[in-house]
């Protein structure tokens, strides 16, 4: 049998009706903030994201949100054992590789992260960890920019004569196929926050 494409088309009654749906989605979609993203975005996204970290060889990741002013980006979930410790921590805008992800909108994927000084060490400093590798894609709700995903491999360092030295095995790093397949995942997980705002709007819960 050959496939057919659907030609559905939508309903005039409810296309008059776009500009007021569409107002009010924004309206949804201005109200998620850190402290309630979780109870928005379902168990599916963090499962989701669980996977694809689990996939790519990330130690854990983390969604960062933009705050009201736009100044600084907030943790509002983390996959890790130290995520009551990452969720809720700030990073200006102006500092660190996922600042300038928010605002380029362009994925990045970088071993030996460590070494970069565009790099803040911040979360690294609460967490007595070392970044290693970093992946981070824009993330997107209802079309509009609302912040970032990352996930990253951790390591161990010392310092020795002033540099920066390994201590163990050198993590494996990331690859270009995987940030590949960290954004296909993380453009699921938008479709369906997505999905649960349209949802909300339409009553259909």
């Not at 790099?119 to 509009?144: C, G, Q, W």
């Not at 201590?167 to 270009?176: A, C, Q, T």
């Not at 705002?197 to 259909?204: D, E, I, N």
């Amino acid at each position: 049998m050959q496939p057919v494409r659907a030609n559905f088309l939508p309903h005039p009654e409810l296309a008059k009706r776009r500009p007021l749906l569409q107002d009010y989605l924004a309206e949804l979609s201005r109200a998620i903030t850190p402290a309630n993203f979780l109870s928005i975005s379902g168990a599916h996204v963090s499962q989701i994201l669980q996977d694809t970290f689990q996939h790519v060889g990330a130690d854990e990741g983390s969604i960062w949100l933009l705050d009201n002013p736009k100044t600084h980006l907030i943790v509002a979930y983390n996959s890790g054992p130290d995520a009551e410790t990452i969720v809720g921590f700030k990073q200006p805008l102006t500092r660190g590789i996922v600042s300038m992800v928010a605002a380029t909108e362009q994925p990045v994927v970088e071993n030996q992260v460590f070494k970069n000084a565009e790099h803040s060490p911040n979360l690294d400093r609460i967490t007595h960890k070392t970044t290693y590798a970093m992946m981070v894609v824009p993330f997107y709700i209802l079309e509009h920019l609302h912040g970032v995903v990352s996930c990253v491999q951790l390591t161990s360092i010392t310092s020795e004569d002033g540099r920066p030295v390994l201590v163990g095995n050198e993590p494996l790093g990331f690859e270009r196929s995987d940030l590949d397949s960290f954004r296909k995942a993380v453009g699921v997980v938008t479709q369906l926050i997505d999905f649960r705002l349209f949802k909300q709007a339409l009553g259909w819960v």
